[in-house]
């Protein structure tokens, strides 16, 4: 009876993997490595996802090592040789491992209770700055590389859909979205790529007076950050994993754990969730996923 359960769970919410290993049961096994992208500092992450590492151990009875690097170009690196079993990363990184790796995605944050996140262009109130056409000839500072979703991709999409090419403004980056932004407000730059609620950060209004800054344009609302499990995993283990982390929110237990990761809670998540996000990264960079 559990069997034919999790079968049609699997048939409702997680359409592009049908095929279901029904021999397989979820039991003791193997280590499982959950991969955490450096969005914080590595001890940062540590103790955020230790607790959601505890939890899926107790849940699958096998161990989960919370693994994350010090920067990017390594985190990417094992993501490429498929050393992770659930990862966690941006929207650019899952269509591309997904498009590359088979990386299958089965959940996404909901954060500061926000659902979905758009990318967006800040600027200072007093900047005399309009639209996206005043930008030109100007320095803009994103946040993080090249393959930051929110900061870089989607913010650069407006620019174009503003008529602005590569070439007609000056790009720089800093390390990350709310640094783009303090950067920004110090006049280190006259507009800031970042998500569209960064504002509200009490990170950010810490280090900034967030009343002098302004939202310039802002991009349609997308799906938020996913997580995603291995080529390889049984689709009866990663069904367990989804609901293990999809019902965390359903105890008190399980919220604190969401508190300590700073995520409101976690929804079931399908690769056409990211359709949109396919489009718009080969308009910006040029690759079809």
Known sequence: MRKSIAIILLTLFWQPYAVVHAQQEVSAGPELRLGVFPRRSSNVTQSMFKPLADALSQALNRKIVLETTYDFASF????????????????????????????RVIVRNVEFGHEKIAGSILVRKDSNIETLQDLRGKKIIFGGGHKAMMAYIMPTYLLRQAGLEKGDYFERFA????????ATY?????????????????????????????????????????????ESMSDELALKI????????????????????????????????????????????????
């Open 76 to 103: 990417w690196e094992k993501v490429a040789d498929n050393s992770y079993d659930i990862v966690h990363y941006n929207q650019y990184h899952y269509i591309k491992s997904h498009h590359d790796y088979g990386y």
């Open 242 to 289: 989804r609901t293990t982390m999809v019902d965390l929110y359903n105890t008190e237990e399980g919220k604190n754990i969401l508190k300590t990761m700073r995520i409101t809670k976690l929804l079931p998540a399908n690769d056409s969730d990211f359709a949109a996000h396919r489009e718009i990264t080969k308009v910006v960079l040029g690759e079809a996923l």
């Open 186 to 230: 110090f006049r280190q730059a006259v507009a800031a790529g970042a998500g569209s609620y960064l504002l509200d950060l009490p990170t950010v209004k810490k280090e900034i007076d967030t009343s002098e800054m302004k939202y310039l344009a802002t991009s349609q609302q997308m799906a938020h950050l996913p997580w995603a499990v291995n």
């Open 175 to 182: 390390l990350s979205p709310p640094k783009a932004v303090v």
